[in-house]
């Protein structure tokens, strides 16, 4: 059974920085993309970033320079570094493997 648990989620002012971790269960993780995706309210869940199981990542035009995301096969983790936040990156961020399996999400929010 496929679990991942997201943490490091808060609220932080605009400027700031977090960092979400996911560790995964239940996978080979290292044969697997990984990704974040976000969900503001009333709108779509939008892809942040991914990372695919040789170390290409895409990223959202919205975050790029901004948001590095990254995996730690041995701790079966992935990481996305959030800087220099903004207010419409408030959303509740989800990891996702292979399109298919998500976690419970972790709120972010970034205040003005």
């Known amino acids: 059974q496929v679990h991942l648990a997201e943490s490091g989620g808060g609220l932080v002012q605009s400027g700031g920085s977090l960092r979400l971790s996911c560790a995964a269960s239940?996978?080979?993780?290292?044969?697997?993309?990984m990704g974040w995706y976000r969900q503001a309210p009333g709108k779509e869940r939008e892809l942040v970033a991914r990372?695919?199981?040789?170390?290409?990542?895409r990223y959202a035009d919205s975050v790029k320079g901004r948001f590095t995301v990254s995996r730690d096969n041995a701790k079966n983790t992935v990481y996305l570094q959030m800087n220099s936040l903004k207010p419409e990156d408030t959303a509740v961020y989800y990891c996702?493997?292979?399109?298919?399996?998500w976690g419970q999400g972790t709120q972010v929010t970034v205040s003005s």
């Open positions: 996702n493997v292979d399109f298919v399996y």
């Open positions: 239940g996978i080979i993780f290292s044969l697997n993309i």
């Open positions: 990372i695919d199981n040789v170390g290409s990542t």
